[in-house]
Nanobody, 120 residues
């Protein structure tokens, strides 16, 4: 299984960015896709999760109302649409997948990170 996260970059405060997580060897018709982020020196933070079966979405309070998670089964790719970003959203973002339909900190598969920097 490979998860390839992409789409990070430099964005101004208040702007938008869309992260992608392409899955290989794991079909987005079961389990979950989750997004995490980590700042150097700090613990990894859970950001969002989507159930691939019924599309149920969950968000951390810090991003609720600003970020939207989705998945495209035909493309076998998940997305994290980031809107109204803030400097505190700066982090390396990771996607993860699990065969179980449960959103948690531990997941079976992890992708490499993609850096998001929010700065003017």
């Amino acid at each position: 299984v490979q998860l390839q996260a992409s789409g990070g970059g430099l964005v101004q405060p208040g702007g938008s960015l869309r992260l992608s997580c392409a899955a290989f060897g794991f079909t987005l018709d079961h389990g979950i896709i989750a997004w995490f982020r980590q700042v150097p020196g700090k613990e990894r933070e859970w950001v969002s999760c989507i159930s691939n079966g019924d599309g149920d979405e969950k968000y951390a309070e810090s991003v609720k109302g600003r970020f939207t998670v989705s998945r495209d089964k035909a493309k076998n790719t998940a997305y994290l649409q980031m809107s109204r970003v803030r400097p505190e959203d700066t982090a390396v973002y990771y996607c993860a997948a699990d065969s179980l339909n449960f959103c948690g900190d531990e997941n079976e598969f992890w992708g490499q990170g993609t850096q998001v920097t929010v700065s003017s």
